[in-house]
C-alpha cells in the first residue's frame, strides 16, 4: 500500500500514514501539504517484515519519529515519545528488489525527521535543509515514479 507523505511547514515535520483519511485531518486547520507517495509498505505482517512503529513526541511541536528498531522505540519511549500504532510493515534487509528507506534528522529543530526512497532527495535535503542523514530505516517497494 502507500505510505503516503505529508509536511506541515508552520510545525516544520512530516507525517507518513498509509491511512488516507489522516492525510487530510491529521492537522486540522494547518497548511499541511500533501507531497505525494513515500514509498510502498505492506498494511499487514508478511513472511520477512517487520513492523514500523510510529512515535510522537508532544514535546516538541508532535514530531512523528518512524522505525523498525524496538530498542530505539524502547529508548524514544523512555524519554518522552508517545508510542503511535503500527504504521506498517517493511523489510528489515534488502529482499525480493526491495530499496532503502533512508531516514534523515533536523537536528537545527530537533522536530522533524524524513524518510525517502531517493537518493536525490535525501541529498538535497542534507545539502539544501540541513538535515542529518541517519541511515536506512528499512526497505520497502520500489514507487514507479522514483520519489
Known amino acids: 500500500v502507500p505510505l503516503f507523505e505529508v509536511y ?3 510545525l516544520t515535520l512530516h507525517y507518513y500514514t498509509i491511512s488516507e483519511s489522516n492525510v487530510t485531518t491529521y492537522i486540522p486547520g494547518d497548511t499541511a501539504s500533501f ?4 514509498a510502498l509498505i505492506f498494511p ?3 513472511t520477512s517484515t517487520v513492523p514500523l512503529f510510529s512515535l510522537r513526541n508532544p514535546g516538541t511541536a508532535s514530531a512523528y519519529f518512524y522505525t523498525t528498531n524496538a530498542t530505539e522505540r524502547d529508548q524514544a519511549l523512555a524519554s518522552g515519545w508517545e508510542s503511535g ?3 506498517g510493515y517493511i523489510y528489515p534487509s534488502q529482499i525480493c528488489g526491495s530499496v532503502p528507506l533512508y531516514r534523515l534528522h533536523l537536528v537545527a529543530a ?6 525517502t526512497t531517493s537518493t536525490t532527495a535525501r541529498d538535497n535535503a542534507i545539502v539544501n ?12 517497494m520500489q514507487l514507479l515514479t522514483g520519489k
Open 8 to 10: 506541515s511547514p508552520s
Open 35 to 38: 507531497l505525494g507517495v513515500a
Open 44 to 46: 499487514y505482517s508478511e
Open 85 to 87: 500504532t503500527t504504521t
Open 110 to 115: 530537533n522536530t522533524d525527521y524524513m524518510y
Open 129 to 140: 535543509q540541513g538535515f542529518t542523514y541517519e541511515g536506512i530505516a528499512g526497505y520497502v
